[in-house]
T-cell receptor
Framework: GAGVSQSPSNKVTEKGKDVELRCDPI?????LYWYRQSLGQGLEFLIY????????KSGLPSDRFSAERTGGSVSTLTIQRTQQEDSAVYLC???????????FGPGTRLLVL | GDSVTQMEGPVTLSEEAFLTINCTYT??????LFWYVQYPGEGLQLLLK?????DKGSNKGFEATYRKETTSFHLEKGSVQVSDSAVYFC????????????FGDGTTLTVKP
């Protein structure tokens, strides 16, 4: 079946602009995660959605970052007033339930000029 | 809170050498443990997992045993190949933390012929 998809695959933007990153999880997966991976670095947790529960936003680095998940499926990560330090690969993952294997999307490579 | 500590890299080995990448964890509950791998130019994917104490996960010649007494999940392979060159991430998913996942910083392995 279809895996996790993310769009766009690449995004170049100017400092100060807003960007939206989209994630389509595997159908039926209740858990959805956003991570950030900077060049040569590990995974930085951003936000976690589980079913209809309030999301865990503890990893969001600033109030410029926000995310939503509509209808328990598609998720959008929004970065407002982008800064150069926001440049990274943004990864989305989903899992059937918490504690199970996460399936990762290919990522969105964001470059802020 | 939950945390995962894995051996710092980079690790460079010759082909057919024995590999160990150490991983220890702290968790508030009773976690599932995972090793994920990221091959050059590819997305993150599951390598192996274990869901309870003394379980051994194995795949592609890699093994890791869930050791509750030492809170460890060390990755081992008896004879590495050039194709094993990748970044390896240890991770946990903790039901005591609503299933949120925590990743280590990743260990880069390079295998030379």
């Amino acid at each position: 079946g279809a895996g996790v998809s993310q769009s766009p695959s690449n995004k170049v933007t100017e400092k100060g602009k807003d960007v939206e990153l989209r994630c389509d999880p595997i159908s039926g997966h209740t858990a959805l995660y956003w991570y950030r991976q900077s060049l040569g670095q590990g995974l930085e947790f951003l936000i976690y959605f589980q079913g209809n529960s309030a999301p865990d936003k503890s990893g969001l680095p600033s109030d410029r970052f926000s995310a939503e998940r509509t209808g328990g499926s598609v998720s959008t990560l929004t970065i407002q007033r982008t800064q150069q330090e926001d440049s990274a690969v943004y990864l989305c993952a989903s899992s059937p339930t918490p504690r199970e294997t996460q399936y990762f999307g290919p990522g969105t490579r964001l470059l802020v000029l | 809170g939950d945390s995962v500590t894995q051996m710092e890299g980079p690790v460079t080995l010759s082909e057919e050498a024995f590999l160990t990448i150490n991983c220890t964890y702290t968790a508030t509950g009773y976690p599932s443990l995972f090793w994920y791998v990221q091959y050059p130019g590819e997305g993150l994917q599951l390598l192996l997992k274990a869901t309870k104490a003394d379980d051994k996960g194995s795949n592609k010649g890699f093994e890791a045993t869930y050791r509750k007494e030492t809170t460890s999940f060390h990755l081992e392979k008896g004879s590495v190949q050039v194709s094993d060159s990748a970044v390896y991430f240890c991770a946990l998913s903790d039901r005591g933390n609503a299933g949120k996942s925590t990743f280590g910083d990743g260990t880069t392995l390079t295998v030379k012929p």
